[in-house]
């Protein structure tokens, strides 16, 4: 088993511009978190799922979109990258209230 | 809304001796709680967990922790620490109710010393 993995683990953009991140699990959990980590700031969530098909907003939803077409996958997009967007963003899967397994962070920078 | 408080935000300690970090937590009913490591340019990983009975639970890696709903605390131990050790620690809670969100501490950097 692959666990999470994470698509792309290094990126840099320009402001404005635009780019999906690809999370993908294999273990067939029903829910899934995007999360971003800033230095002293711990994790903060951005957007979540519960399911195929569903997604809620976290505490940090401003600027990014996500999508759940597929229950393995978890997709999240800027429109328009910002360099407040720059940080190491981490997708984690669960069981419910389970422990979260976590990929290995994608680490986004916005000039 | 609950909330986790890791009051010290880096703690430097020599190799075999031993390591506690503190963890406390808001909610109004004992949550999920949770500790994990991250080592530099990882994912976190789950040390242990705490969902209900013996208060005193064993993890991964030597460590354990012990609840103490008197105190709203989920303190992480390890009676000799090695300098693989060295790390970020977060401390995270799952209410019951929130649909398996975790919030977590803003964690805790361990330095081991030689």
């Known amino acids: 088993n692959a666990g999470v993995t994470q698509t792309p683990k290094f990126r840099v953009l320009k402001t404005g511009q635009s780019m999906t991140l690809l999370c993908a699990q294999d273990?067939?959990?029903?829910?899934m978190y995007w999360y971003r980590q800033d230095p002293g700031m711990g994790l903060r969530l951005i957007h979540y799922?519960?399911?195929?098909?569903?997604?809620a907003k976290g505490e940090v939803p401003d600027g990014y979109n996500v999508s759940r077409l597929k229950k393995q996958n978890f997709l999240l997009g800027l429109e328009s990258a910002a360099p407040s967007q720059t940080s190491v963003y981490f997708c984690?899967?669960?069981?419910?209230?389970?422990?979260?397994?976590f990929g290995p962070g994608t680490r986004l920078t916005v000039l | 809304a609950q909330s986790v408080t890791q009051p010290d935000i880096h703690i430097t300690v020599s190799e075999g001796a031993s390591l506690e970090l503190r963890c406390n937590y808001s909610?109004?009913?004992?949550?999920?709680l949770f500790w994990y490591v991250q080592s530099p340019g990882q994912g976190l990983q789950l040390l242990l967990k705490?969902?209900?009975?013996?208060?005193l639970v064993q993890g991964i890696k030597g460590f354990e922790a012990e609840f103490k709903r008197s105190q709203s605390s989920f303190n992480l131990r390890k009676p000799s620490v090695h300098w693989g050790d060295a790390a970020e620690y977060f401390c995270?809670?799952?209410?019951?109710?929130?649909?398996?969100?975790?919030?977590f501490g803003d964690g805790t950097t361990l330095t081991v010393k030689p």
């Open positions: 984690a899967s669960s069981w419910g209230m389970h422990e979260q397994f």
């Open positions: 273990m067939n959990h029903e829910y």
């Open positions: 799922s519960v399911g195929e098909g569903t997604t």
């Open positions: 909610y109004g009913a004992t949550p999920y």
């Open positions: 705490y969902f209900s009975g013996d208060t």
């Open positions: 995270a809670v799952v209410a019951n109710t929130n649909a398996g969100k975790s919030t």
